[in-house]
């Protein structure tokens, strides 16, 4: 019984709790990113430069790289030199951008959360805290007192 009343305390306790509501707010919050990114900047991008697809993008070394007809595709291109040391690194650069676009998109929601922390917290500050009912029966007293003398 020891062990079964051991679990239920760390499942139950706060921090095994919040670890798992973080975990699923964070990938609920992984797939706005995602679609922010795939659904609305991509399409800006290659609206303005092109498809932003490097993944293609590689140059060939080495012994059977002179079977690669050119202009060939990246599977052709490994398909028709199975022997050959192919470099592709424009999936890598396709990456790279998608990272960069990730992080620029956190980055603002970041700073547009934290924005709004400050002005709620601005609000909270100029609002001074309302008396407490000790401090509004001494005011009354003191007014009753006032008005006697």
């Not at 070394?61 to 199975?82: D, F, Q, R, T, Y």
């Not at 005011?139 to 007192?145: A, F, N, S």
């Amino acid at each position: 019984m020891g062990f079964v009343k051991e679990f239920k305390e760390f499942a139950i306790k706060g921090n095994a709790f919040d670890l798992a509501v973080g975990v699923i707010i964070g990938g609920a919050f992984g797939k706005i990113v995602t679609s922010i990114i795939e659904d609305l900047i991509m399409p800006v991008v290659a609206a303005m430069v092109g498809k932003p697809d490097f993944s293609s993008i590689y140059f060939a070394m080495g012994k059977g790289s002179e079977l690669i007809p050119e202009g060939a595709s990246l599977a052709e291109a490994k398909k028709a030199a199975p022997d050959a040391a192919i470099f592709a690194y424009g999936n890598f650069i396709t990456v790279a951008i998608n990272f960069f676009l990730l992080a620029l998109i956190v980055f603002i929601m970041v700073k547009t959360i934290n924005r709004m922390k400050k002005k709620e917290e601005a609000v909270a500050v100029a609002t001074p805290p309302a008396p407490t009912k000790e401090e509004v029966l001494l005011t009354e007293i003191r007014d009753l007192l006032k008005a006697k003398a």
